[in-house]
Nanobody, 126 residues
Framework: QLQLVESGGGLVQPGGSLRLSCAAS????????IGWFRQAPGKERQGVSC????????YYAASVKGRFTISRDNAKNTMYLQMNSLKPEDTAVYYC???????????????????WGQGTQVTVSS
């Protein structure tokens, strides 16, 4: 069974940094496009970043480009989101995902052909 378990969320001051981790089990992450999404209170879930499975090309939403970095460690079967220069508007529940391909910065995750993490809270506040 495909599982993704997230960790690394928490409270951070504006301008600070945080790294989210997402460990995969039951499948090999390198075979999938990987992505990060976030959902703030009262807003719909939106894509943050995506990395393709074919050539590791990366894509970022304009709101995070230059501040966030998506990566994967195949030896650990784990994906990451490094978040720098955090802003209060980055506050949200963050979700990792493994899917088929990147549609820009949005990872396509078919219901029966991909996996979602459980979500981890990131709060940026002084």
């Amino acid at each position: 069974q495909l599982q993704l378990v997230e960790s690394g969320g928490g409270l951070v001051q504006p301008g600070g940094s945080l790294r989210l981790s997402c460990a995969a089990s039951g499948f090999t992450l390198d075979d999938y496009a990987i992505g990060w999404f976030r959902q703030a209170p009262g807003k719909e879930r939106q894509g943050v970043s995506c990395m393709s499975s074919s050539d590791d090309t990366t894509y970022y939403a304009a709101s995070v480009k230059g501040r966030f970095t998506i990566s994967r460690d195949n030896a650990k079967n784990t994906m990451y989101l490094q978040m720098n220069s955090l802003k209060p508007e980055d506050t949200a529940v963050y979700y990792c995902a493994a899917g088929r391909y990147c549609s820009g910065y949005v990872c396509y995750v078919p219901p029966s052909k991909g996996s979602w993490g459980q979500g981890t809270q990131v709060t940026v506040s002084s």
